[in-house]
């Protein structure tokens, strides 16, 4: 199978829960979306208006046509990248809820971040009306909060990696046979 096949493959298997899925299938369909959010990210910047006309009171270009484009493309790409990520576990003998624990440690990274992101506001806000000792702790805290953050974030992210570039189990598992 060549590695086009192998990236679209998801969309055939779109609602497919059940199964096994290959690191082939898996890693150039992480690829193709990897691609297609990098185009539009590009195009949505050199489409972007200048400085001057976002400042122009009665400029309203609020959301651009390829911004409409992007968010389409991950309301359609949300079922697809779910299924091969369950798919891929089976693959390696894990149940598919373990994407829930990865899910949620992105989700407690990016809280523990926005609460660094509000310890250091509350903190400014305290030097506005004077109170010096307590901002000092304040970012302290937030310190802290970030570098939890970045090692629960990085231990999740280095803990995926790893099982989704874990060999296949070659044998039959309680998931199925090997996927071809």
Known sequence: MSPINYAI??????????????????????????????????????????????????????????????????LVIIIPSISVTVRRLHDINRTGWWEAAFIGGYCLSTILFVGAIITIAMSFFMSLDGDFNSMASSFGSAYVLIGIGLIVGLGTLIWSIIWFATPSVHQDNRFGPPAP
């Not at 609602?15 to 992480?30: N, V």
């Open 9 to 74: 493959l998801p969309f055939y298997r779109y609602f497919d829960f059940k199964g096994r899925s290959t690191r082939s299938e898996f890693w150039w369909f992480s690829l193709l979306l990897v691609l297609v959010g990098l185009l539009f990210f590009i195009i949505s910047i050199n489409t972007m208006p200048s400085f001057e006309d976002m400042m122009d009171p009665y400029y309203d270009d609020s959301y651009g046509f390829v911004d409409y484009l992007s968010l389409i493309w991950n």
